[in-house]
């Protein structure tokens, strides 16, 4: 199982930015994906989920609205548009693949190495 | 949303010796189903969370035996039964009975 995050970088308040998470050595569609972040120095923090079909999304609420979690099944790949950046929304963002375990789903097996995004003047 | 709550937030451990941490939630993490939807991640330095325990007391897969996890409802305990070198590093709780999933805030585990 790999999970390869792309697409952070510096942005301005304000402004969009779209993430990429390439995923490999499993079947992609049959797991939910999620995104989660760490900012500098502090905590982890879940951000979305999204399920199998990619109809079924979860954000966290201070990220509702202006972020949106999709995924290409056909190219195994998982998104994270973001828009209306802050500065608080400055992080290392994880891309992990949730964990299906006795006919339910919860929590993250398998990780990325994250992608930076800062947003600052 | 579901507050988790652990501590200490900094534990300096022998090597050789036992360590815990606890976990509090502000809900029971009890589902209908029976599973208690808890998890606990390990973060080295400079890399990303791994997967310890999930379901409050099953190890995930490589993860050595001396790591326990015990607990129902509300308290939840990680136990190393002796600690090594190797496991230094931040240790969070997490929930995933309900979104938002919520992690605790860290415990920072150090060699003496």
């Known amino acids: 199982v790999q999970l390869v995050e792309s697409g952070g970088r510096l942005v301005q308040p304000g402004g969009s930015l779209r993430l990429s998470c390439a995923a490999s050595g499993f079947t992609f569609d049959n797991y939910w994906m999620s995104w989660i972040r760490q900012a500098p120095g502090k905590g982890l923090e879940w951000v979305a989920n999204i399920r199998q079909d990619g109809i079924g999304r979860y954000h966290l609420d201070s990220v509702q609205g202006r972020f949106g979690v999709s995924r290409d099944n056909t190219k195994n790949l998982l998104f994270l548009q973001m828009n209306s950046l802050r500065v608080e929304d400055t992080a290392v963002y994880y891309c992990?693949?949730?964990?299906?375990?006795?006919?339910?789903?919860?929590?993250?097996?398998?990780w990325g190495r994250g992608t930076l995004v800062t947003v600052s003047s | 949303d579901i507050v988790m709550t652990q501590s200490p937030r900094s534990l300096p451990v022998t090597p050789g010796e036992p360590a815990s941490i606890s976990c509090r939630s502000s809900?029971?993490?009890?589902?209908?189903?029976?599973?208690?939807?808890l998890d606990w991640y390990v973060q080295k330095s400079g890399r990303s969370p791994q997967l310890l325990i999930y379901?409050?007391?099953n190890r995930a897969s490589g993860v050595p035996d001396r790591f326990s996890g015990s607990g129902s409802g509300t308290d939840f305990t990680l136990r190393i039964s002796r600690v090594e070198a190797e496991d230094v590093g931040v240790y969070y709780c997490?929930?995933?009975?309900?979104?938002?999933?919520?992690f605790g805030q860290g415990t920072k585990v150090e060699i003496k």
């Open positions: 379901l409050a007391s």
């Open positions: 809900q029971s993490l009890l589902a209908s189903n029976g599973n208690i939807y």
């Open positions: 992990a693949r949730i964990h299906h375990v006795d006919f339910t789903d919860e929590g993250f097996d398998y």
């Open positions: 997490m929930q995933a009975l309900r979104t938002p999933w919520t």
